[in-house]
């Protein structure tokens, strides 16, 4: 894997930690562009995270998940969402260590399911209905080692606008953006 360093930021953490909300104003403020890997895979596949998964099966969405990574490791000074469980593949990590600076969203078990249980569009989510919670905290058990192996940790449930957090993310991100 030839790899230099692009100066991406890469947004990481558990799904509704705020990458997709707090990524486009972050490129905005820092005037870069803004790139989502899930959005990337929906519109070079054709196809619903969600048909994804129940029509190909996981492993064929963390593939195309690692060709997203792979195309933007290769693009220079993007604000880049990276999905939920992207970090767990060593090959993404590689990717995101070495081109840019990772910053992880971290945000409570509590406050994740009090904005995702409504959703319908997380399959793995969708999948374990019954105890949502459950599953938010023990996925996010097993994923935090990852999620802390980012440079900058920053608490993204504060309770505060969308603007003070953006702010803040730059304030950490002095030097890099
Ligand atoms: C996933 C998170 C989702 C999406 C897919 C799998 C995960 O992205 O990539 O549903 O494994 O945590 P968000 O983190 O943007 O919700």
Redesign the pocket.
């Known amino acids: 894997m030839k790899l230099k360093y692009t100066g991406n930021i890469y947004l990481i953490g558990?799904?509704?930690s705020g990458?997709?909300t707090i990524g486009p104003l972050l490129a905005k403020r820092s005037k870069r562009i803004f790139f989502d890997t899930?959005e990337w895979i929906k519109n070079e596949f054709g196809k619903s995270?969600l048909q994804i998964?129940t029509e190909d099966g996981e492993d064929s969405?963390r593939q195309k998940?690692i060709a997203g990574i792979n195309l933007v490791s290769r693009m220079s000074n993007l604000i880049v969402?990276v999905?939920?469980?992207?970090v767990i593949n060593p090959e993404n990590w590689i990717r995101i260590k070495n081109t840019g600076i990772s910053v992880y969203l971290k945000c409570s078990p509590e406050e994740i399911y009090r904005r995702v249980k409504n959703n319908k569009t997380?399959?793995?989510l969708i999948e374990n209905d019954k105890d949502k919670y459950e599953t938010i905290k023990s996925?996010m058990k097993s994923r935090e080692q990852y999620y802390e192996m980012a440079d900058f940790t920053v608490e993204s449930c504060k309770d505060e606008s969308r603007e003070v957090f953006a702010n803040r993310l730059i304030k950490t991100l002095r030097g890099y953006i």
Do not use: T
């Open positions: 558990f799904m509704g990458k997709s899930d995270i998964f969405f998940e969402a999905g939920g469980g992207a997380r399959p793995l996925l």
